[in-house]
């Protein structure tokens, strides 16, 4: 609920930004901003919700050690040797070889040259994943460093979503 946590003038700056609704509270005041728009405008554009909570810090904090260890591992070296092309690398190529299996429409996007109109294929950043589907990468990532012979261990919020997802209770971490 923006309304209590913002004051009035921050309200229409942050309205435009994004509407998190996630209670009937919240949804309250997303219907009613909507019809006052409506009501002053008679025309509005939305664009598709996200939805699902945003994946939280702790899943890209993992994400980048796992990426670093994979990295290290099949460099043959130290963790804190991976240099940042080499992490870059290993983003790359692990985003490439997932989408290849799972041909999930999330990990593309189109990049258009303003200049030429020239069209390619690129891999989406993972900053803009949500919860789940940062979940699903990196459960994949576990599956394929094993396969290379790395344990990488489950962490934090991804563990409590295995174990979650798996029916086992929450406890430690």
């Not at 309200?11 to 009613?32: C, G, M, P, T, W």
Request: proline letters at 3%; aromatic letters at 12%; charged letters at 30%.
């Amino acid at each position: 609920m923006i309304s209590k946590f913002y004051p009035q003038s921050e309200q229409q700056k942050i309205i435009h930004r994004y509407l998190l609704v996630n209670s009937d509270i919240s949804k309250k005041e997303f219907f009613a901003h909507v019809d006052k728009l409506y009501n002053e405008h008679k025309y509005l554009t939305f664009a598709a919700p996200r939805i699902g909570p945003d994946r939280s810090l702790d899943q890209n904090a993992l994400a980048h050690v796992w990426l670093t260890e994979y990295a290290a591992h099949l460099l043959n070296k130290g963790k804190k040797q991976v240099t940042a092309g080499e992490l870059e690398g290993m983003k790359r190529t692990a985003k490439k070889e997932f989408y290849r299996e799972t041909r999930h429409p999330w990990m593309v996007y189109d990049v258009v040259s303003p200049k030429t109109a020239e069209c390619k294929k690129d891999f989406t950043s993972s900053a803009g994943w949500k919860r789940g589907e940062m979940y699903e990468f990196l459960c994949w990532l576990q599956a394929m460093a094993a396969h290379d012979g790395l344990v990488l261990e489950s962490k934090g919020e991804f563990a409590k979503l295995q174990r979650e997802k798996n029916g086992y209770e929450s406890h430690g971490q």
